[in-house]
């Protein structure tokens, strides 16, 4: 079991490497978690399944960051979204196969045909320095945190809502006053 930061930050560092933009990562946090209604019950193979969905919808980019190489960065996201989702979840965070298939939503063959083939184009592209790869990544995607931005804008969020929760319960006891006010006026004679 996840705490809300736990899971915000499970989740950018997996929708970073998945879509390659840290910005559109952040819109990946509010999509998953907003959406489930109790963080307590949510496994951490469902939040990469959620995760996984998500990313989908974001156009990939290239990663750019001074500790990875570009020609990694510029394989990474050239590959298919589903190759790159089985060869991060096998490579990088070293999921278990089923695990990995599962967060796919494939079968287990299917999830891995697509890491063969991940791993065939990383080979082609990389030669002898394939096999640091999956290091350099998973380094990367240890130092991510939740940006400041994402924080500030879920607080605001937080407070508009409870502002307006404010008013409303203000406008419902100010129209009740005012039903007890003319309820309770004395009869005119007719």
């Known amino acids: 079991m996840l705490d809300r930061t736990a899971c915000e930050r ?3 560092r997996l929708a970073v490497l998945l879509t390659g933009n840290p910005i559109s990562a952040t819109k990946v946090i509010g999509q998953v978690l907003d959406a489930q209604p109790d963080l307590r019950r949510l496994d951490s193979a469902h939040l990469d399944r959620l995760t996984v969905l998500r990313s989908r919808e974001i156009a990939t ?3 750019v960051d001074e500790s990875i190489p570009r ?3 510029a394989w990474l996201a050239n590959l298919d979204p589903q190759q790159r989702e ?3 979840f096998l490579r990088v965070y070293q999921l278990a196969d089923r695990e990995m298939a599962r967060a796919m939503d494939c079968s287990l063959t299917a999830a891995q045909r697509h890491l063969y083939q991940a791993e065939r ?3 082609e592209r990389m030669g002898d320095t394939a096999a640091t790869v999956p290091s350099t990544l998973l380094s990367y995607s240890m130092r991510l945190d939740v940006p400041a931005f994402y924080r ?7 407070q508009w ?3 307006w929760i404010v008013i409303g319960i203000a406008a419902v006891a100010l129209g009740l006053a005012m039903l007890l006010t003319w309820w309770a006026r004395p009869l005119s004679p007719t």
Request: cysteine-free; charged content about 35%.
């Open 121 to 123: 184009s990383l080979n």
């Open 71 to 73: 020609d990694v960065a």
């Open 61 to 63: 980019a290239m990663l």
């Open 161 to 163: 809502r409870l502002a």
């Open 152 to 158: 500030i804008e879920r607080r605001r969020r937080r």
């Open 10 to 12: 499970r989740v950018y």
């Open 86 to 88: 089985a060869w991060v």
